[in-house]
């Protein structure tokens, strides 16, 4: 193995490590905000990747279906929810973001799709398809039984993850797809040849990295969302309202998830199930930072990224293996040095 | 006497089929503070939470005249409720200045923000000092201070607060007594959850005591100090050496 | 259980056993009947783990996987008739889960639940991967049930066998969780930090619920392998293991029964969809995953402790038969020897504590000697229910010594605490709910049963528990709670759970008696009665130590005080020095504002 295999691998590693981490974060997000373990990010990496690769073939994408059924499934929630207490300004406010954004997306998208866009504006596109679907999620599913054990939250987020990926092999076939790099640029540097579309994860990924550092540190909402993962009664008695902080948490995760699928999209053949296995390493590196600490679970993302690299240069049928089996010591360590007696909820 | 601020009528709280607080009706006046008293397990903090509606409760409430029941925590603190709780519940791997921002997160203007921080600094000057520091770094008197601070940051026109001398020392605890009255002259009312019978009632203007869940006597404060059986059950040991 | 549901129950039993012998039944559901019964079984050991003992596994399936890759592996390629690879296969993955468990039940909180996702997906890419395991490919070939020479390779013999399996399979768990073992793994879920001031090792407890739930689920994998005759890697895999929780917890984790409805819902429904959902929407395609999530999903939003507490509420309450009390005495644990009156049982010297920078108890030191009350009093927040908790072991003290009867215990966790005969109670009263009132109490009596979980799972600890539940009988009859035997403990008001709380501690037949606000939400008749308990268990030679606000209680039932304030000895006397002492009064009453 030479020096020109390593780098190839570790520039793979890192690439694939970028998104993992930014799977990562919204886990972590969404879980130290809601306490839901958001098992179908999964889902949102192979919608946003296989919406992309049917509007580049110049056709209308299925989940926009799904994104105007699951608008009226957010709703009816919504409305049920807070029917006690329901004035006209909210009921518009809440028909306008769950029935009509969907609707003038799908309009959106009938209109631009035949004519196949520029590549910017069909990734604009998938975003705006995929990423509303993590709000209507929450609204829909997660926010009627917001109170309920971490357990009941985690079998229910497993039950969404079967429904969509069941709806993905529908949308999208059983075929994968791969989508043209966003970048075809190249950059030789030395033994190492640099992908455009490496830079480009790499880019985008940093972006979204300090942009959410920002969010979190300099703006009030950042704030309120940190103040609910902190201390979820505090919140409330400074008036944070919990659904409130779980849509932004939602939102951003489902712009995390979609944004990751493009991202992988033109550097492996997505499939209507791939998601799973991805959001599964992001899941692990997530779990490594303890669900709650995001440089740790970025850390741990390229970790395993890179792993996973010179594993399947190694031993390419025990790629998986090795992953998986390289968690258990880490969880021990990371288990050790806390108090061992504490009764669960 | 003016129309109640706070009024509740009827309050049951129930855990499963344990009832921590059965047929309770208490008022608050305007500018007042009303303390309840009672030991431990009474049901006082679930009173409380109750009227905060971070609990579950049957049961009539109504502040500044409007039926609240069915209004969530937050709309509650929009309408100038909030509640200091007995573990302060900061957040605290955040800033104390971040703290108090936080507290002002239902301000609808926030022109009078810096305002209202000002008087903050100025009610609790310890904070100040400390403003860039972790709260979870903050000694014990001085998250009481935040929890407090915190609470005003939102403007309210009732401010409860559940056991606010717990855990401190007296000089402390007198501090944290002089700012509850300067802020009852400032118009502020007060419901004051409190241990300390004989502070809770030389700084209340009306009582009640609370036993497994249930108002078993109520009254105006002055009357309760001299009453045989708050005497007896609060200010035990007084009466047992004098 | 009452007798309409045992009833109710031994006639679905019989129906079931019945089903194949009805005319008109289609052999295809004898088919469904039989995977529904090989996937109760998995889910009855995950109602053991997750509902009972509360550790969540993703990894079930990988158990399922040892069981039925075993048989596979011994009966093709070293010949062994079936039923002799039964025990080989219990016993590999009892002993895989036993030692997967000593590594990864010591993770906390979510690590857990992740750990053994990364178990059963190595398990299923390393036997898809190696020669041994015959690769993705999987084994072929296995031969049928046979038992005697009677072969169960038809239908509905191997259901009637696998009906057989369930059946023995329910009565072994129900015996298991209503034994001793099983009240110490009941404890885990919420009284974890009780059931170790009781001696009862939670950790011990846990794997045992892990082994037991990896057992079964060998078992179903033993069952499914003869039944399908050929195993791949792929029903072995997370996602399957996923399908058994979801069993499991949709039917209402932590029931019983919730574990065969379960089953029988996500089987039939899945099932059932693929037949009628093309006939139905017209369009071939996989829509049952969308149905089937959606479902789920919705059965959430209505029901979310599962289908099983709901139907349970038609047959009313689950009160138990209970063992009645046995004449001969003597297979507990003989009441320990008393301390001669007035000989020192504990002495604290100098104790100390500290949270971070934060000094809960500072310097502390007094005696109790045996037949005396003392009473350790003070503000809250000032380091009286910390002292309790270094005294028992749950904190470990800073620096200082706590010597019991002049040995040192200091440092000793807190079920070797017990062990010593020192028992306490909770300021905030940990019981477990989900267990009747006896049955808390008869965790008291851990430490002086033998019995272990064979015996309990075959019932051979029935005099035991008969002497166990005759004597929480006893226990609660002097706290004047015996009519609420067989309430649950979750459903008593907070005064009298701090009674029952009493009773178990008095069930460890303790030296030393800590109890802290025993009396707070107790009215004033029921206050009296109590000191009265107190003082008779006084006078048989215990030495107790009490944290109480209600000052009449204590100044009227105390031998000596010792009076805290932030962390601190403020003074130590008889009540009537205390009530005169100002240093006293000035911390106690507060300041005047």
């Known amino acids: 193995m030479d020096l020109s ?97 969907p609707l003038a997306i799908a309009a959106l998208t009938a209109f631009l799709a035949p004519h196949k866009p520029p590549q910017l504006v ?151 199930d791939t998601g799973f296995i991805i959001g599964l390493k992001g899941f692990v590196a997530a779990i490594i930072g303890g669900l709650v600490s995001y440089p740790l679970a970025a850390a741990a993302a390229i970790m395993v990224g890179v792993l996973e690299s010179f594993a399947s240069f190694w031993a390419s049928e025990f790629k998986e293996v090795i992953v998986f089996m390289i968690i258990v010591p880490i969880l021990l360590a990371r288990s050790y040095g806390t108090t061992v007696l504490e009764d669960e909820e | 006497m003016s129309a109640p601020l706070l009024s509740v009528a009827g309050l049951c709280v129930s855990y499963g089929r344990v009832e921590a607080v059965r047929d309770v009706s208490i008022t608050v006046a305007p500018g007042a503070i009303v303390t309840i008293l009672g030991p431990n397990g009474a049901g006082k903090t679930s009173l409380l939470g109750a009227v905060m509606g971070v609990l579950r409760s049957r049961g009539t409430l109504a502040f500044a005249g409007a039926p609240i029941e069915r209004r969530a925590v937050e709309r509650r603190v929009a309408d100038g409720m909030c509640l200091v709780p007995e573990k302060r519940e900061l957040f605290v791997t955040m800033s104390v200045e971040d703290n108090l921002r936080l507290g002002g997160f239902r301000r609808r203007a926030s022109s009078d923000y ?73 118009g502020v009312s007060i419901l004051l959850v409190e241990q300390n019978a004989r502070a809770a009632l030389e700084l209340a203007d009306y009582g009640y005591v609370l036993e497994n869940g249930s108002v078993v006597l109520e009254g105006p404060a002055a009357a309760l100090r001299q009453d045989e059986r708050v005497i007896a059950a609060y200010l035990g040991i007084r009466s047992v050496a004098t | ?109 979510h690590y857990l639940p992740v750990a053994t996702i990364a178990w059963n997906i190595s ?74 001031s009781f001696g009862v090792d939670t950790g011990r407890a846990k794997i045992l619920a892990f082994v037991y739930a990896g057992v079964l689920a060998a078992i179903s994998g033993w069952l499914y392998a003869h039944f399908q005759r050929a195993i791949n890697p792929s029903p072995f895999n997370v996602n399957v293991s996923i399908d058994y929780l979801l069993m499991a917890v949709a039917g209402g984790v932590g029931q019983i029964g919730g574990a065969i409805l379960g089953a029988a819902l996500v089987t039939i429904v899945r099932d059932k969809l693929q037949d009628v959902l093309p006939w139905l929407i017209g369009a071939q395609g996989n829509y049952e995953a969308i149905v089937f999530g959606t479902v789920l999903i919705l059965i959430f939003q209505f029901a979310p402790e599962g289908l099983w507490p709901y139907l349970r509420r038609l047959f009313g309450p689950p ?46 030191s007094f005696t109790v000697q045996a037949g005396e009350i003392v009473g350790l009093i003070g503000p809250n927040g000032a380091g009286k229910s910390t002292s309790f908790n270094l005294v028992t072991g749950v904190l470990a003290a800073t620096g200082g010594s706590i010597a019991f009867r002049g040995e040192e215990i200091c440092g000793r966790p807190a079920r070797r605490v017990a062990a010593l005969g020192i028992a306490r109670t909770f300021q905030h009263v940990k019981l477990v709910h989900g267990m009747s009132t006896i049955e808390n109490v008869a965790l008291g009596h851990h430490l002086r049963g033998r019995a272990g979980a064979l015996q309990g799972a075959l019932r051979l600890d029935r ?97 000596r005080l010792v009076v805290m304030n932030f962390g601190s000895e403020l003074a130590q006397g008889s009540p009537a020095d205390i009530q005169r002492n100002p240093a006293v009064l000035e911390a106690y009453l507060g300041s005047a504002a």
């Not at chain 1, 979820?232 to 932004?248: D, H, N, T, W």
């Not at chain 3, 020897?337 to 100390?352: K, M």
Request: aromatic letters at 8%; one cysteine or more; hydrophobic letters at 55%.
């Open chain 1, 122 to 272: 069909q990734v604009a596109l998938a975003l705006l398809i995929v990423a509303p679907m993590g709000v209507y999620t929450y609204s829909a599913v997660f926010r009627p039984i917001a109170e309920a054990s971490v357990l009941v939250l985690l079998i229910v987020s497993v039950a969404l993850h079967l429904a969509l990926v069941g709806l993905g092999l529908i949308f999208f076939g059983a075929e994968g797809s791969r989508t043209e790099a966003l970048s075809r640029a190249s950059v030789t540097l030395g033994d190492l040849f640099v992908s455009g579309q490496a830079v480009v994860v790499l880019g985008v990924t940093a972006a979204l990295m300090v942009g959410l550092y920002l969010f979190f540190e300099r703006t009030l909402i950042g704030k309120a969302l940190r103040a609910t993962a902190v201390n979820r009664l505090g919140a409330r008695l400074v008036g944070i309202s919990p659904g409130f902080s779980g849509r932004v948490a939602f939102a951003l995760a489902g712009v995390i998830g979609a944004l990751g699928g493009i991202l992988i999209s033109p550097l492996t053949t997505i499939y209507y």
């Open chain 3, 463 to 559: 005099a035991e528990e008969a002497q166990i539940f005759a004597d929480a009988r006893r226990q609660l009859e002097r706290v004047g709670l015996l009519d609420c035997a067989d309430t649950l403990a979750g459903e008593l008001a907070l005064g009298q759970q701090r009674l029952v709380e009493i009773a178990r501690a008095l069930a460890l037949d303790p030296v030393l008696l800590l109890l802290d606000e025993p009396a707070a939400g107790l009215r004033h008749a029921e206050k009296t009665a109590l000191a009265g308990l107190l003082r008779r268990v006084r006078a048989e030679g215990v030495a107790i130590l009490l944290v109480e606000h209600d000052m009449d209680f204590v100044m009227g039932l105390t031998d």
């Open chain 3, 123 to 196: 398990f299923f890419y390393l036997t898809g991967s190696l020669d041994y395991f015959r690769r993705f490919d999987g084994i072929a070939g296995i031969p049928p049930l046979s038992i005697f020479g009677i072969s169960f390779a038809e239908v509905t013999r191997f259901y009637l066998v696998t009906l057989l399996v369930v059946v023995a399979l329910v009565v072994v768990t129900r015996n298991l969780l209503d034994s001793r073992v099983g009240r110490s793994i009941r404890s885990l879920k919420g009284g974890a930090l009780a059931a170790e």
């Open chain 3, 319 to 364: 009160a138990r038969a209970r063992p009645e009390s046995a004449g001969a005495a003597g297979l507990l644990r003989p009441a320990r020897e008393r301390p001669a009156p007035g000989a020192e049982i504990l002495r604290v010297t100098n104790l100390r504590k500290a949270f971070g920078g934060l000094v809960a108890v500072n310097d502390l």
């Open chain 1, 5 to 101: 295999i390593v780098l190839i691998l570790l520039q793979d590693g890192v690439t694939n490590a970028a998104i993992y981490a930014l799977l990562a974060l919204a886990l972590v997000l969404v879980f130290t905000v809601t306490r839901v373990i958001f098992v179908p990010v999964g889902e949102f990496v192979s919608f946003g990747a296989l919406s992309l690769a049917a509007l580049e073939a110049g056709r209308m994408p299925g989940t926009v279906w799904l994104l105007v059924i699951l608008g009226v499934a957010a709703a009816a929630a919504t409305l049920f929810a807070g029917r006690r207490d329901l004035t006209v300004r909210s009921v518009a406010l809440t028909l306008a973001e769950t029935i009509l954004l």
């Open chain 2, 114 to 186: 810096g305002a209202t921080l000002d008087r903050m600094w100025t009610l609790f000057p310890r904070l100040k000092e400390r403003r860039a520091q972790m709260a979870g770094t903050l000694s014990g008197g001085e998250r009481q201070m935040l929890a407090m601070a915190r609470a005003l940051m939102s403007g309210p026109k009732l401010l409860m607060l559940d056991e606010p001398s717990l855990g401190l020392a007296p000089l402390i605890v007198r501090d944290i007594f002089r700012i509850v009255a300067e802020l009852r002259d400032s």
């Open chain 3, 1 to 109: 259980m009452s007798a309409s549901a045992r009833t109710a129950l031994l006639l679905l039993v019989a129906f079931a056993a019945a089903l194949p012998f009805i005319p008109g039944v289609p052999p295809y559901w004898i088919t469904v009947a039989a995977y529904i019964g090989m996937a109760a079984i998995v889910a009855l050991g995950i109602v053991v783990l997750t509902g009972v003992a509360a550790v969540v596994s993703f990894g079930q399936a990988m158990f399922v996987g040892f069981g039925a890759y075993t048989t596979a592996i011994l009966t093709t390629r070293h010949g062994w008739p079936p039923l002799a690879t039964l025990p080989v296969a219990i016993g590999i993955a009892g002993l895989l889960a036993w030692g997967i468990g000593a590594i990864t039940l010591r993770l906390k909180g």
